[in-house]
C-alpha cells in the first residue's frame, strides 16, 4: 500500500514556511524603518562594497540586474544612496 504525502513535512513546503517566518521577523524588527528585504540587502552590501556598480551588487544579492535598478531608484528617490 503506498504510502500517503505528508504535505507539511514536504521540503518545498517546509522552506516557503521558513521564508514566510523570516521575513515577519525581519519584518517585527524593522518596523521602525519602513525598509523591505530586499532593500536592506541592497544597502549592507553598498557598506560593505561603496560604490559597487549595479551589476556586480546584483549578483552579490542574488537579485538580477533590473530588480536591483529598481530597488536602487527608489532608494535613491528616499536619499538612502546617491
Do not use: C, Y
Not at 41 to 52: F, K, T, V, Y
Request: avoid cysteine; charged fraction near 20%.
Amino acid at each position: 500500500m503506498a504510502k500517503s504525502f505528508d504535505f507539511h513535512q514536504a521540503p518545498g513546503h517546509l522552506v516557503r514556511r521558513a521564508h514566510q517566518r523570516a521575513v515577519a521577523l525581519f519584518m517585527e524588527e524593522t518596523a521602525g524603518f519602513d525598509v523591505t528585504p530586499v532593500q536592506f540587502a541592497i544597502l549592507n552590501e553598498l557598506m560593505d562594497q561603496p560604490g559597487e556598480d549595479q551589476v556586480t551588487l546584483a549578483a552579490r544579492v542574488a537579485f538580477d540586474a533590473a530588480t536591483s535598478g529598481s530597488v536602487i531608484g527608489r532608494l535613491e528617490a528616499r536619499g538612502w544612496v546617491r
